[in-house]
Nanobody, 121 residues
Framework: QVHLLESGGGLVQAGDSLRLSCTAS?????MGWFRQAPGKGREFVAA????????NYTDAAKERFKVSRDIAKRTLYLQMNGLNPEDTAVYYC?????????????????WGQGTQVIVSS
């Protein structure tokens, strides 16, 4: 069983940057970030294959966000720049035993509790 713990969320202003972190108890093969805004479904943001750093992003996330990992620390990061109010959501870290960079949340078996990001205008 993999346990994931996110941190780094908070209240920021439009245009600010924020870095989210997610530490895993044991390293999944793939880790990703999803987000869920109020009243909306869970949305894929980015994923990374832990062994080689290969990434997958939505087109929107690719412009302003960067996913990275620290293998030694078993930690996943999401650097978010140029935040706007539409980025307000609970951000979830996810882990998968697969090496494929799925954008479908149902393919991830392990989930953190989520960290809230609020962007004020």
């Amino acid at each position: 069983q993999v346990h994931l713990l996110e941190s780094g969320g908070g209240l920021v202003q439009a245009g600010d940057s924020l870095r989210l972190s997610c530490t895993a108890s044991t390293r999944p093969n793939t880790m990703g970030w999803f987000r869920q805004a109020p009243g909306k479904g869970r949305e894929f943001v980015a994923a990374i294959r832990m062994r080689d750093g290969t990434t997958n992003y939505t087109d929107a996330a690719k412009e302003r966000f960067k996913v990275s990992r620290d293998i030694a620390k078993r930690t996943l990061y999401l650097q978010m720049n140029g935040l706007n109010p539409e980025d307000t959501a609970v951000y979830y870290c996810a882990g998968s035993d697969s090496y494929l960079l799925f954008g479908d949340y149902s393919m991830y078996a392990y989930w953190g509790q989520g960290t809230q990001v609020i962007v004020s205008s």
